[in-house]
């Protein structure tokens, strides 16, 4: 007799030795059946495991936050994650069951106020948080002072096991000016008190590039820290060394050598932006998404970065890392401009993130059939033929070269601070 059947619980084990006594021919579907729904189980009770998986950072507040717990907040934010929605900013005191109070950070509905996250101990939880231009907002006048806001924690803080999405949305500056003149912060007339002098007028206005360091101040205030990449007027401070439509370069100290080089992307067929950011020479991040499938390298799981595809519009670009379980992954970014191969070359060798410039794995390979599919980010998304002009670009470059939308606004909750430390020291 079937061992499976010793399987089944008790009331069930003779009716189905019945049943294979006086239909054997059914031994068949009756495994294949015990097997499909032991398997469905199975997923039902890994699904319920994982939406369990909570973090001791995680809190479950299913409540308003009063106003007297409230330490500081921005509002109106256009979010892209974790959901497109209006969502508030907040950091508020929460007092757990242990009667302990701890400084959370909480993602708040904006119409019912409930928060659909909450995080304690933002300080320790942080893995990387800062402010940075959009691309195509940073080349026009009318746009380039509303930038994203990118706040990822780390691993351990995900919600759901295997899943640590960031948190991304868009701030409008000029939204917060507004609104703090309107608070009688700042007085009407405030931004004509600012030097306008400064030739490069895609940085920030300088009244914004105060606010932004305020928003710096503010956090700073909670330990945690913002890093700000977004371009200032100010001398000697985040300069721009690239602005086009799709490729952005920045140096916090306004030389040669980039903090920032933000270049449009996809990969395999998900369009997205490629980050490389540079806190410190030790903390050094990669960044794929702002539309779909966000995830975040640190240069300590790099192995290799290697480049592909070369022709004399666009490159691929490889980057291997080794995974928690020691695996080795290669992530392939395709269609990138070649106009931004130095700067991401340079950042590359400068940050030491152990450049194999022509990886024979991954050099390009010569087809006769040049409609053959190309693999993961390296080729032409799916569906968009290459054209002819790059295929003759591709038989040329053979080796390595040497060289969304706006946010609906924000406010914050401000104190004399800015006052004092800002408009009222110019």
């Known amino acids: 007799m079937a061992t499976w059947i010793d399987e089944l ?36 009770r890994r699904k319920i495991q994982l939406e369990e998986v909570v973090s001791k950072h995680v809190l479950k507040i299913k409540r308003r936050i009063p106003a007297y717990e409230t330490i500081f907040q921005l509002t ?14 907040v950091f508020h005191f929460h007092v757990g069951e242990d009667k302990i109070g701890n400084i959370a950070l909480s993602v708040v509905d904006a119409t019912t106020e409930i928060p659909k996250i909450s995080i304690i101990h933002p300080l320790s939880t942080t893995e990387l948080f800062m402010m940075i231009p959009i691309l195509g907002n940073s080349t026009n006048l009318m746009k380039k002072d509303t930038v994203m806001i990118v706040l990822w924690f780390k691993d351990a803080v995900a919600v759901t096991e295997g899943e640590n999405e960031p948190i991304l949305c868009t701030l409008d500056l000029d939204v917060v000016k507004k609104q703090l003149i309107d ?19 895609m940085a920030l206005k300088p009244i914004n590039d105060l606010i932004a360091d305020f928003l710096l101040r503010q956090f700073g205030r909670f330990g945690v ?47 997205g932006r490629l980050v490389l950011v540079a806190d410190s020479s030790e903390c050094i991040f990669l960044v794929f998404g702002f539309n779909q499938s966000d995830f975040l390298i ?13 022709t004399r519009s666009t490159f691929s670009m490889w980057v291997t890392v080794v995974d928690t379980d020691g695996e080795e992954v290669s992530h392939g970014f395709a269609r990138i401009a070649q106009k ?10 400068r940050m030491n993130m152990n450049d194999n410039p022509l990886d024979e794995k991954h050099r390009e390979k010569r087809a006769d059939n040049t409609n053959e599919a190309v693999e993961e980010g390296a080729g032409i998304a799916e569906g968009e033929p290459m054209s002819t002009d790059d295929e003759e670009e591709d038989d040329i470059y053979t080796s390595a070269v040497e060289e969304q939308g706006s ?3 924000s406010s914050s ?8 430390r800002g408009y009222g020291n110019r």
Do not use: W
């Not at 109106?76 to 900013?89: D, N």
């Not at 608070?183 to 007028?201: G, V």
């Not at 640190?298 to 070369?310: F, P």
């Open 340 to 349: 931004s191969f130095q700067a991401i070359d340079d950042f590359v060798k």
């Open 183 to 201: 608070a009688k912060k700042l007085p009407p007339d405030a931004e004509a008190h600012f030097l306008t002098s400064s030739t490069n007028k």
């Open 225 to 271: 820290k913002l890093l700000n990449l977004l371009p200032s007027a100010s001398p000697g401070k985040n300069s721009l060394n690239m602005n086009d439509e799709d490729v952005i370069c920045l140096s916090k100290n306004a030389d040669k050598h980039n903090d920032l080089v933000m270049v449009a992307a996809y990969k395999a067929s998900k369009e």
């Open 413 to 420: 909750e401000v104190d004399e601070e800015f006052i004092v």
């Open 76 to 89: 109106g934010l256009s979010f892209l994650c974790p959901a497109r929605c209006k969502f508030k900013l």
């Open 407 to 409: 946010g609906s606004g």
């Open 9 to 44: 619980p008790s009331d069930h084990q003779e009716v189905a030795r019945a049943l294979l006594r006086n239909n054997p021919e059914s031994a068949s579907l009756l495994l294949q059946l015990g097997t499909r729904l032991a398997a469905e189980a199975k997923e039902k």
């Open 298 to 310: 640190k240069s300590t799981t790099v192995k290799a970065v290697s480049y592909s595809s070369i």
